[in-house]
């Protein structure tokens, strides 16, 4: 049975991620913060047993992460699926820019990944899937910058070079892991009714992770570098 680990499993889109891959028989690890204080997560576990494992993970922090990479060790994790993130409001326009709040929106969004996926790189190569997935944001795209996107949805400074730069890593990553049959791919879920997108979004979580797990599954190493929306189209860099 394949294995799928996702990172912010406490609420949200990583939550929504560990119910659809739950309900569809893959074996998932749901790693949250404090896993313990998600009851989301522990009715998961009460409908799914032991197919749902929960495992405190912190991506800020090395020891965490360490502990997790023990647990798991010569375990295959087919779809490791990077989606803790943090959108911090303050701090975010001219005169007022933060930056030890920027530097811990990039330990979390940028260096957090990185140290997840290097972390269980062996456990990805030695199963059969070998996929990894960032989930990135439209409001990364340089692109979506240079048209009407910062008038409408913010200057958001912290929050949007930190998914500019979360891309650039990943596209590297792909083409350093493509060699050994690794596809990495950074996907935009879409404007989502989390506690990140607000109750005024655009689509359900369940609706983002059906067409996210649509697009996982269509040609593996195909999609591999590429930046794509939930609906399947590409997002422009
Ligand atoms: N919602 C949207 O409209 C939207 C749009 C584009 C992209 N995204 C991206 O989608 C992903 C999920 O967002 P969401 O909307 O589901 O947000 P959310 O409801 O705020 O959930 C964020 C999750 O990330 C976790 N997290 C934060 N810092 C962490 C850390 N240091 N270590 C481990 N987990 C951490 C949170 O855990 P705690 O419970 O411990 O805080 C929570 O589980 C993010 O990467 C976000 O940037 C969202």
Same mark, same amino acid.
């Given at each position: 049975m394949a294995t799928m680990l996702v990172t &912010? %499993? =406490? @609420? &949200?889109i990583g939550l929504e991620l560990a119910r659809q891959y739950a309900a569809d028989n893959w074996q998932v690890v749901a790693t949250a913060r @404090?896993? !313990?204080? =998600?009851s989301d997560l522990g009715k998961l576990v009460k409908q799914h047993g032991a197919s749902v494992q929960l495992h405190a993970l912190d991506v800020t922090s090395d020891d965490s992460i360490q502990i997790l990479v023990d647990t798991l060790k010569g375990r295959a994790i087919d779809l490791l699926v990077n989606n803790a993130g943090i959108y911090p409001r !303050? $701090?975010?326009?001219v005169g007022q820019l933060d930056f030890d709040s920027w530097g811990d929106t990039l330990d979390t969004n940028l260096f957090g990944v990185l140290r997840v996926t290097e972390a269980l790189l062996e456990n990805i190569a030695q199963s059969e899937r070998k996929q990894i997935v960032a989930i990135s944001s %439209?409001? &990364?795209s340089l692109h979506g910058a240079v048209g009407r996107s910062v008038e409408q949805s913010g200057t958001s400074y912290q929050y949007r070079t930190s998914k500019t730069a979360l891309n650039m890593a990943m596209l590297i990553l792909s083409k350093e892991l493509a060699p050994r049959g690794i596809s990495v791919v950074m996907i935009t879920p879409g404007w989502v009714k989390t506690e990140m997108g $607000? /109750? &005024? /979004? %655009?689509? =359900?979580p369940q609706v983002s992770v059906a067409g996210i797990k649509k697009v996982l599954d269509t040609g593996r190493m195909d999609i591999s570098g590429k930046f794509l929306s939930y609906d399947g189209s590409t997002c422009p860099w």
């Open positions: &912010g %499993a =406490s @609420r &949200g @404090r896993p !313990e204080q =998600s !303050e $701090g975010t326009h %439209a409001m &990364g $607000g /109750a &005024g /979004a %655009a689509i =359900s």
